[in-house]
């Protein structure tokens, strides 16, 4: 146990219903690739298990909910084959929450960086907290928000994508997040944040199955070809990653940590 602590965890749990997948990691819930690819398998056993019919995504803590991709990771890579496999994961973690054929409510308790943003904009319904402010820091280092960037952009547009992408070194706040779709409801504290999301969870566990899954086709249509402009996608960011540009950026961030 102290072992998976210490290198992070995804952990599912079934109850009436409804499947929570938790993941952590002491960096403040940052995405190596196990993670991610253990985020994938779970979310894509999820959608195939019959007792299953609606899946809250969470992270462990009080702090950030995703801090995006591991540094330690990205410092590690060498060739555009490791940077296209270690953006792939993100790629597939997408993925999976696409075309798992149950509802994904995601619970954003705090910050939300790169990845962390994709992964609330590939959910079907985020419910956030007060202070979980968003941020895609990855132009800063040289590598683009590409990956993620597609379901960023279907959930709040476009030009509110371009402004984040853009302005990559700029938090905006959780209000603004939620004004621009990112979050489906906002809440002042964790207890009502939880209140909500046991609630809508409750309902869609009693909910028609064939239905949920008619609506969720119809939410994702045009999304179809994905599983190829995602791995493109990984594979700009994999080439990205190696410049020198992008290498001493990153050290320069390991070094204020």
Not at 16 to 34: A, D, K, W, Y
Not at 128 to 153: Q, R, T
Not at 219 to 243: C, M, N, P, Y
Request: hydrophobic share 45%; with cysteine.
């Amino acid at each position: 146990m102290i072992q998976e602590v210490k290198n992070g965890y995804v952990k599912t749990e079934t109850h009436n219903g409804v499947t929570t997948i938790e993941f952590f990691h002491p960096q403040s819930n940052s995405l190596p690739h196990r993670i991610l690819e253990e985020l994938h398998h779970a979310i894509h056993g999820a959608g195939n298990e019959r007792d299953t019919r609606v899946v809250v995504l969470r992270s462990s803590g009080n702090g950030a909910f995703c801090a995006g991709a591991s540094f330690e990771e990205l410092t590690a890579i060498s060739t555009q084959e490791q940077g296209l496999h270690f953006f792939n994961g993100f790629a597939q973690v997408i993925n999976a929450m696409r075309k798992c054929p149950k509802m994904i409510i995601a619970r954003i308790h705090g910050k939300c960086v790169g990845g962390g943003v994709g992964l609330a904009a590939a959910a079907d319904y985020a419910i956030a907290v007060e202070g979980a402010d968003v941020k895609l820091s990855e132009l800063a280092i040289g590598i683009g928000p590409f990956v993620v960037g597609p379901a960023v952009e279907r959930r709040i547009g476009a030009a509110a994508f371009g402004h984040l992408a853009i302005d990559a070194a700029m938090w905006r706040s959780a209000d603004w997040a939620k004004r621009k779709s990112l979050y489906a409801e906002l809440h002042t504290g964790v207890t009502e944040m939880d209140e909500s999301i046991d609630r809508l969870s409750h309902s869609l566990a009693h909910a028609s199955p064939e239905a949920m899954h008619e609506l969720k086709q119809v939410l994702w249509k045009g999304t179809e070809h994905w599983d190829q402009l995602l791995q493109e996608r990984a594979a700009i960011s994999g080439k990205l990653v190696l410049s020198t540009f992008s290498k001493n950026a990153i050290a320069a961030i390991k070094k204020k940590k």
